[in-house]
């Protein structure tokens, strides 16, 4: 099939996580072209994989210290650009269009009356998952930002619902075991302040963090060590570590379950994603939350013991046949068959 695949690039695990199933897809054979959304170009990192592929405004969500800034959202809206890119946009030949979470796509799809599959995290919440309160609004974006005709939504869990195992990069498979180092732990908590991030962690000197984020260079200051974005060296870090301190997003969650990293998240404030994802990991037992940077809950969670890997399928395989087959009322075997082939019982 000819394929047009939409990357919401406002979250760098949206890219991690389209770029594996793009790959896969072109492994099967398909012709996919990429649209990406949502950040400038110049923003985005190690997107070369994607080629050929667009990039356009979209649309994209505006934080600041750990919260929603929904009045700045309002402002940066450009729906007359947005109906532009979407009619403007060449489907012509396209057979298929694959949509992670970004609206242009989704909205041609719709528009031009093309079948469309919603691949990620937030197509889970049309089923039957942990799920924050928040409110109207919250709901109604959460599952109208990029709606799809078919669903191909990821969890840590199933839930005994038709939801895929997350997507795991093919390099922490690929990668030779890596002894974890005793102290040390991974911190990328994206949307606080860096000098925020650094109070909390400053008192934990038996501790050596390794701080991604809103870090422009590598630098070191003590037991914290700052770094730049560099997605090899964030893996590394990954494996090389006890535990890890993030936003409760899904992606990095994801990695940290399958390789046994004990997990401490704090949900970004008003988004029902994250909140919801905060909820999930309580419920399941799977890490520890904050909802502000807590110094006490940080120490109890540093004296937790490690967990045992997950060990998580090779979701895009499955997905990728899913798709192939066209067979959409298949879903649930697929995913039957992904959660079967993951390391661990407790799913």
Known sequence: MKILFGVQGTGNGHISRSRELVTSLRDF?????????????????????????????????????????????MFQLDLGRLMTDVFMLDVNEIDLIITDFEPVTSMAARVKNIPSVGFGHQYAFRYDVPTAKGSIFERYTLLNFAPAQYNAGLHWHHFNEPIFPPVIPQS??????????????????????????????????????????????????????????????????????RGVVCNAGFELPGEALHLGKKLLVRPLDGQIEQESNALAIEELSLGMTMHSLDGDILRDWLLKPNRAPMGYSKTVNYIAEWITKGQWEDLADYVEAAWADCRTESQ
């Open 29 to 73: 054979g398909h012709e996919v072209e990429v649209i990406i959304s949502g950040r400038k170009e110049e923003e985005l990192k190690e997107i070369e994989v994607f080629a050929p592929y667009k990039v356009l405004k979209g649309l994209t969500l505006v934080t600041y210290r750990g919260k929603m800034n929904y009045i700045e959202t």
């Open 172 to 241: 922490l498979y690929d990668a030779e075991e890596v002894e974890a180092k005793e102290s040390k732990v991974l911190v990328y908590l994206p949307f606080e302040e860096v000098e925020d991030v650094s109070k909390l962690l400053i008192p934990f000197d038996n501790h050596e963090f390794y701080i991604y984020g809103k870090v422009k260079d590598d630098h070191d200051d003590g037991h914290l060590h700052y770094r730049g974005y560099s997605r090899e060296g964030f893996l590394r870090d990954l494996q090389e570590s």
